[in-house]
């Protein structure tokens, strides 16, 4: 797409402005009907409707009646707040999970960059995301905040390990960190996801399943941990905390809370989807094949584990500060560790 938009318009800053917008035009759509969606699924778990009155079917423009009234709402400001801390930490949080789609490949013929170090990259931009909440904690001057920031910027940074632990699991088999070339590793139909052991050529494949399988577990169970869905949402435990770090956040500002939350779902399911699923790549080999159905493919898996994410967080209760930290420690971290030992066996041999 970048050498088109070159050709096309013959400046180069006018294209990569172009190409970093494009995903902004998937992210503010998703988001509306994330919320949307995830009100749809919590209330049918429930046996009940849900949002019904605006918009025509099923309430469909809910969310958008909410965007708007956010967007007229005041911005409070707490009077002891550091009042830059307090301004900044949302816009680092929507940056911190924005920057992550530049190297996301959409498709074949999309991908804002393609670095071949794009899953280090989305690792290490993550992390701006828990200097946000930190900010956010600490620049609303009020404990619960504060807590909440906390408890965040340990729980993420402790599931960083069993997620980058997974992540390598998949860079040893392509031999890649390149998010374009794994997707390409899998190419030629669902036999060959890494989910399944790798492409159905590989020697001894079968050999590979329980590693490669598991790590998918780990790494989608500590993407709930890092975007703090349940049941790892004590950052956010209304119950304890009122709201977690954005209890003095109103107005568009809460909004982008929000939206970097949902922007972050979609990313963690997106990289899982193109790790171990294929990515842009069709299950059924070459048919329905092509950078058209490779969007359409992409899009699908992502909003598939978008979904359970939100299935799980209607059926899971809240686990305990000591559960969340047990869970990170001695259970993902040991057996991802297991799983990169175990590739690295099979590879060595």
């Not at 938009?5 to 180069?12: I, P, R, T």
Request: neutral net charge; contains cysteine; aromatic residues 16%.
């Amino acid at each position: 797409m970048e050498p088109l938009l070159k050709g096309l318009l013959g400046n180069d800053i006018i294209t990569y402005v172009i190409m970093a917008f494009v995903p902004l035009l998937w992210v503010v759509p998703y988001a509306l009907f994330a919320v949307w969606l995830e009100r749809k699924v919590s209330a049918h778990m429930q046996d009940r409707l849900g949002p019904m009155r605006v918009g025509g079917w099923h309430g469909w423009a809910q969310t958008i009646a909410d965007i708007l009234k956010l967007i007229q709402k005041e911005d409070i400001v707490p009077a002891a707040a550091d009042k830059k801390l307090h301004f900044l930490a949302p816009f680092v949080v929507f940056i911190g999970s924005y920057a992550a789609f530049a190297t996301i490949p959409f498709s074949s013929a999309y991908v804002g960059s393609n670095l071949n170090i794009g899953l280090f990259y989305i690792v290490a931009v993550s992390s701006l995301v828990v200097v946000g909440i930190l900010m956010a904690g600490w620049g609303s001057n009020n404990k619960w905040s504060l807590f909440g920031a906390i408890r965040s910027a340990a729980q993420i940074i402790s599931y960083e390990i069993p997620t980058a632990l997974a992540l390598l699991v998949a860079v040893m088999l392509t031999g890649s960190l390149s998010l374009q070339e794994i997707t390409k590793y899998q190419d030629g139909g669902m036999q060959n996801w890494i989910l399944f052991g790798g492409p159905a050529s590989l020697p001894g494949k079968f050999l590979l399943m329980p590693f490669t399988f598991v790590s998918f577990i780990i790494l989608f169970v500590a993407s709930l941990a890092e975007t703090n869905r349940t049941p790892f949402d004590i950052p956010e435990a209304e119950s304890e905390l009122v709201a977690g770090y954005h209890t003095e956040y109103s107005g568009m500002k809460f909004a982008l809370f929000f939206l970097a939350e949902y922007a972050n779902m979609f990313a963690v399911s997106a990289i899982a989807a193109t790790l171990f699923l294929g990515g842009w790549t069709s299950p059924f080999g070459s048919f329905l094949g092509g950078p058209i159905w490779g969007v359409f493919w992409f899009l699908s898996k992502g909003m598939f584990f978008v979904f359970v994410q939100m299935w799980l967080r209607w059926t899971l209760p809240r686990m305990r500060v000591d559960q969340l930290m047990y869970i990170s420690w001695k259970v993902l971290t040991p057996w991802a560790f297991a799983c990169v030992l175990g590739v690295g066996f099979y590879l060595v041999m």
